[in-house]
């Protein structure tokens, strides 16, 4: 209620003199295509927005930077979708539909079709993360004049908190949900927790299920590598071998955290296939 009443009135039709494609025609830095469009908006579209790789040197280059745009008027609120990863589909977000707003969410950069050609890392920091929002806000208070929110999950709500830092004009609020602010770079409050959560019967089941995946190391690559040629899934950043030895460290985690269920984890007798599918 406090951010209804904080963003203003909400979005009410009025005629428009100008179609949103003939605004957004009016940008060279936006690519666009109209896609699906979510009940109660009036269009929906992807962009590929260029961006600098190194916001403050342009000879570094450029990438095209995935964003889904949601429009439902232009005297509405716009709520901004800070993603922490890529960004697959358009979901329209919680307050988006509380504010009867417009939406648009970015994917984050080095993620997902937002890559530059060359994937050296060191323009990966939340300072450039935070140029690039910048950047399309700037854009697009040109087209929206209503009130502006900014909001993400988990990894993207730390992307809205650091966005605010950088930024704290852009947005009237930043709505941060779930976000995983760490206390140092390994951050040791983890393994306490990982060693006290559920019951020691289920925790003893994790750790067996991960021995079970690395005593076999080599046929569940193999086993892996025929899932993920079926799915037609690929690796960007990682070899194949890695990513197996980070998914399964990192299981525990990932088990608690998605709400795992303990009779679900995979016992020593079921084959090794159906528990590497598991796994995935």
């Not at 358009?90 to 080095?110: C, G, M, S, V, W």
């Not at 997902?112 to 050296?120: A, E």
Request: charged share 20%.
């Amino acid at each position: 209620l406090f951010i209804v009443f904080f963003v203003g009135l909400l979005c009410q039709s009025i005629s428009q003199t100008q179609r949103i494609e003939e605004r957004l025609q009016n940008y060279p830095d936006i690519i666009f295509k109209e896609i699906h469009t979510p009940k109660g908006f009036e269009k929906t579209f992807e962009l590929q927005v260029k961006q600098l790789v190194n916001h403050y040197d342009s000879t570094k280059g450029f990438f095209y930077q995935k964003v889904f745009l949601a429009h439902k008027g232009f005297n509405c609120p716009t709520v901004f979708i800070t993603e922490g990863y890529e960004a697959n589909f358009n979901i329209i977000y919680e307050l988006t539909k509380l504010l009867d707003a417009n939406q648009i969410l970015i994917e984050h950069r080095y993620f997902g079709t937002s890559l530059p050609d060359s994937l050296t890392y060191d323009y990966l920091n939340l300072q450039q993360a935070a140029l690039d929002l910048h950047f399309i806000n700037q854009l697009f208070k040109r087209i929206y004049s209503g009130k502006w929110v900014s909001t993400g999950i988990s990894k993207g709500g730390q992307t809205a908190i650091f966005y605010k830092y950088f930024f704290p004009n852009d947005v009237a609020a930043c709505v941060s949900y779930v976000a995983p602010l760490t206390n140092a770079f390994e951050d040791e409050r983890i393994y306490s927790f990982l060693d006290t959560v559920g019951t020691v019967e289920c925790r003893t089941k994790l750790k067996s299920f991960q021995i079970r995946l690395l005593e076999n190391r080599d046929e569940v690559i193999s086993l892996l590598k025929e899932y993920y040629k079926e799915t037609k899934r690929k690796f960007t950043y990682l070899s194949f071998e890695q990513a197996f030895e980070y998914a399964v460290l990192e299981y525990p985690f990932s088990f608690w955290q998605s709400g795992g269920k303990c009779k679900d984890i995979p016992s020593n007798s079921i084959s090794l296939k159906n528990a590497v599918r598991y796994l995935c």
